[in-house]
């Protein structure tokens, strides 16, 4: 069907299909990053039930390494607020690709549709049309 479609249409359609690239890209990139806030924000939560005299060690590539309370903590917390930072970055792209797609779609279903009558059919929606003229 697309060698069909006008080049305009068939330009339209190739962006659209980017676009919906975009958008799964995007989508794994939120769900990566909620999923390392929600990581990060329980183990901060847990931390509050550790006692800050405790021996703590932190996860360096493939070594652990002993640290103290308030390093983890704020480490912690950081990780937190990027992470945060990250996932509201992501929606708000989200949301820009997703009004993008609708745009387009718009206008790649006016171009398609323009000479159609719509949905209705020529005849609106009244149904046949009148007393049975040409």
Do not use: C, H, W
Not at 103 to 120: H, R, V
């Amino acid at each position: 069907m697309q060698g069909n479609l006008p080049p305009e249409a068939q330009e339209k359609l190739e962006q659209l299909q980017d676009l919906q690239d975009t958008a799964q890209q995007v989508a794994m990139q939120k769900n990566q990053a909620e999923t390392q806030l929600s990581e990060s924000e329980n183990a901060l939560d847990e931390l509050d039930d550790i006692d800050e005299d405790a021996t703590m060690f932190r996860e360096v590539g493939e070594l652990f390494v002993k640290t103290d309370y308030e390093t983890a903590q704020s480490d912690l917390e950081d990780k937190v607020d990027s992470l945060e930072i990250r996932v509201e970055t992501l929606n708000k792209q989200e949301e820009r690709v997703r009004d993008q797609f609708e745009k387009l779609q718009s206008e790649l279903q006016e171009m398609l549709g323009g000479g159609a009558g719509g949905p209705s059919g020529p005849t609106g929606p009244g149904g046949a049309g009148g007393a049975g003229g040409a």
